[in-house]
């Protein structure tokens, strides 16, 4: 290979290195534009921390951006009446003590620094969240994270038929339980119907 070949190879490298670079700007403002509705103060702050917190968890933002505004409309300040579950991945207030604060407190912070929190919480299962349904499962039921198609939720505190009752959008062929395929495929529909990106 001569230094003229060497020189055309590297300036086509060079030249698909910058549309993937120019394509992924693109889809990264497509994707963007989705949740932008939903943030309501420090939007380019809060989607690049964001985009951090995915990297560092091995995730795609997609799947936490679809979580937060399935969860909570990406509102950090929503609580739920019923429980007190608090801000962007509704927080109980347990899990907040746990984490050193309070739904109080968590309330009270910007979007950008309740981040911090989602972060930390969801920190444990780094490596295990596959897929956008796992980055769910870690905020809404934990032992379901890589569980196959036909794992039933429930624990020695709660009974599948509890759960189930308690959550009746996901019991869809209403047999008085929850699969992990219930569960997967009513999330994705609920996104896909938002024109979320997952």
Not at 78 to 107: C, E, H, R, W, Y
Not at 126 to 136: E, H, Q, W
Request: with cysteine; glycine share 8%; hydrophobic share 45%.
């Amino acid at each position: 290979m001569n230094g003229k070949t060497i020189a055309i190879t590297g300036g086509i490298c060079i030249g698909v290195g910058l549309l993937i670079g120019l394509f992924h700007k693109q889809i990264t403002s497509m994707i963007a534009d989705v949740y932008k509705i939903y943030i309501k103060s420090n939007v380019a702050e809060f989607l690049q921390k964001t985009e951090e917190i995915a990297q560092k968890l091995s995730i795609h933002p997609n799947w936490l951006l679809a979580v937060m505004t399935i969860e909570s409309g990406i509102n950090h300040q929503v609580v739920n009446p019923n429980g007190g579950a608090t801000g962007l991945i509704q927080f109980m207030p347990d899990t907040a003590v746990g984490m050193g604060t309070s739904t109080a407190a968590l309330k009270n912070m910007t979007n950008v620094q309740q981040l911090d929190y989602v972060y930390k919480y969801l920190l444990p299962f780094k490596g295990k969240m596959t897929r956008f349904v796992d980055v769910y499962f870690a905020v809404f039921f934990p032992l379901a994270i890589g569980k196959p198609d036909t794992w039933v939720f429930e624990t020695q505190k709660l009974s599948r038929a509890k759960i189930a009752a308690a959550n009746p959008l996901f019991d869809t062929n209403k047999d008085g339980m929850l699969t992990v395929y219930e569960v997967r495929e009513a999330m994705t529909s609920i996104a896909r119907k938002k024109g979320l990106v997952i």
